[in-house]
């Protein structure tokens, strides 16, 4: 790959705004879930005191939340467009971005406890490359944060606890229970991922992509659009609020996806996205030159 | 419900002070502040000692951000971390080392309520992820301890802080107020399931 140094800065660029800048569509959600609580309310205090610091991780250039999470990239190149080269100027990217502050020192070592000063180490950060019929590369990134993704539930159907059965229905238990689980412990008010079906991993990875989805979409499914709509309603009177101290909103959106299962298996997989929905994205050129914003 | 006027805390947090404040009720702390969470907490449980003295001190559940600038540290981001992991190492860490106040977020359980009630001890919820708001709480950087031992993220940060906002989750007579809202939304979930209207295509 020619042109590491365009590539590179493009993919600092994406990172820098993926940090301090939250995405317009869960902006418009917090301001529309801030009206709908009482006034002098805790819940109001919280979603106000969320949209001043997304107005001030912009206007002070620096990472809206202090756990600048785990970095998941998701690449669609042009086949068989070189991306090993495109790996490595990433790698770049995220240890310019760490030393820079835009990201924390983020990554231990599993085994000694060690932290690594640059983000980049064995399983860090995250890799998705997918090739697609046309000419321009789409990369788009998560940011995800550490007290979100331990609130993650992975369940396997039937579940007697939930008397929860192999349908729509028990699938729906579940996911009440991982909300109510949840309580405000993923930063809440968050965003649901789940995915039914699948095995134990690609369950996650689903289940994660779905936050790939703008706040307002549907799912093209209809009965799946039904029961996100349903869920959501339903999350609002746990009676949770933001951070688990009270009020309607838990959630800001929910989004299922599903996959296929082989017969003996029905998992349901729920991930959450905290408020600090870092997720962004961009079209860039096969030169590393970059074309718009995906959000 | 309206939110109280808030009530304020100053370091050092004497047993009168934190002693009067109630679950619910919103809190503005200034002085000083003492990070820790995972590595320090496990340090301390293994009966590690404190570089500082903590009788009537405050630790702050947050691994901030934060870049050197010349010869000084700058806070670029800093908020409360998820407190729960630090449940099982609390009681003692109060116990030993005379903590009155702990601040973090997220719901805790029994086991801090015993710990704030035998030690006097308040647990303070922040608001998390709110990284930028809650930096410009931090006037200064004061000292760093087991920077190089845990990394930057896990230390030891000596931060002064002015008007943080806080609501007190458990006050020092053990009531949490996280709990309650966690019962009722268990109650509702469950009634949820059995209302019998299920899901149907």
């Known amino acids: 790959m020619k042109n590491h140094v365009l590539w590179e800065s493009s993919l600092f660029e994406l990172i820098r705004r993926t940090s301090v800048d939250l995405p317009c569509d869960i902006e418009q959600g917090l301001r529309r879930a801030c009206k709908t609580e009482k006034k002098a309310s805790r819940a109001r205090w919280v979603l106000e005191t969320l949209l001043e610091n997304v107005q001030k991780a912009r206007d002070n250039d620096a990472p809206l939340c202090q756990d600048t999470g785990s970095l998941i990239f998701y690449f669609q190149v042009p086949v068989g467009f070189d991306t090993n080269a495109l790996a490595s100027a990433t790698r770049l990217a995220v240890a310019r971005a760490t030393r820079l502050g835009y990201l924390r020192q983020n990554t231990i070592d599993s085994v000694s406890g060690s932290a690594c000063a640059t983000n980049v180490a064995y399983g860090a950060p995250t890799f998705y490359f997918e090739q697609c019929a046309r000419g321009t590369v789409d990369v788009r990134l998560l940011m995800k944060g550490g007290g979100c993704e331990n609130v993650g539930k992975q369940y396997s159907l039937p579940d007697e606890s939930l008397g929860g059965g192999r349908d729509l229905e028990g699938v729906r238990r579940c996911v009440l229970d991982a909300v109510v689980s949840a309580q405000g412990n993923g930063c809440a008010p968050g965003i649901l991922g789940v995915c039914i079906g699948g095995d134990r991993a690609t369950g996650y990875e689903c289940s994660k992509s779905q936050f790939l989805r703008k706040l307002d979409d549907k799912s093209s499914v209809k009965i799946l659009a039904r029961l996100e709509d349903r869920l959501l309603k339903e999350s609002k009177v746990l009676e949770i609020g933001p951070m688990g101290l009270g009020g309607s909103t838990a959630l800001l959106g929910l989004k299922i996806g599903s996959m296929s299962r082989v017969p003996a298996s029905f998992f349901v997989t729920v991930s959450y996205m905290c408020w600090a929905f870092r997720r962004r994205g961009a079209v860039l050129t096969i030169r590393g030159g970059f074309k718009k914003w995906l959000y | ?201």
Request: hydrophobic share 40%.
């Open chain 2, 1 to 201: 419900m309206a939110l109280l006027k808030p009530r304020r805390l100053e370091y050092p947090f004497t047993p009168e002070q934190v002693g009067s404040l109630r679950a619910g009720q919103f809190v503005l702390v200034s002085g000083l502040v003492y990070t820790a969470r995972d590595r320090i907490h496990k340090y301390f449980f293994d009966g590690g000692k404190s570089p500082v003295d903590l009788k009537n001190a405050a630790l702050y559940h947050c691994g901030p951000v934060v870049i050197r600038k010349d010869s000084d540290w700058v806070v670029r981001a800093a908020g409360p971390t998820t407190s729960i992991r630090e449940e099982p190492y609390l009681p003692r860490i109060v116990k030993d080392h005379g903590v009155r106040v702990i601040i973090g977020k997220g719901s805790m359980g029994k086991v801090t309520e015993g710990a704030c009630k035998a030690g006097g001890c308040v647990y303070l919820h922040a608001v998390g992820g709110a990284a930028q708001v809650l930096a410009e709480k931090v006037v200064s950087v004061k000292g760093l301890y087991f920077g190089e031992e845990f990394g930057l993220a896990e230390a030891m940060w000596v931060l002064e802080l002015k008007d943080f906002p806080a609501i007190v989750a458990i006050d020092s007579r053990g009531h949490n107020l996280l709990r309650r809202i966690k019962s009722a939304s268990l109650r509702m979930g469950r009634k949820l399931m059995k209302s019998f209207d299920p899901f149907i295509p």
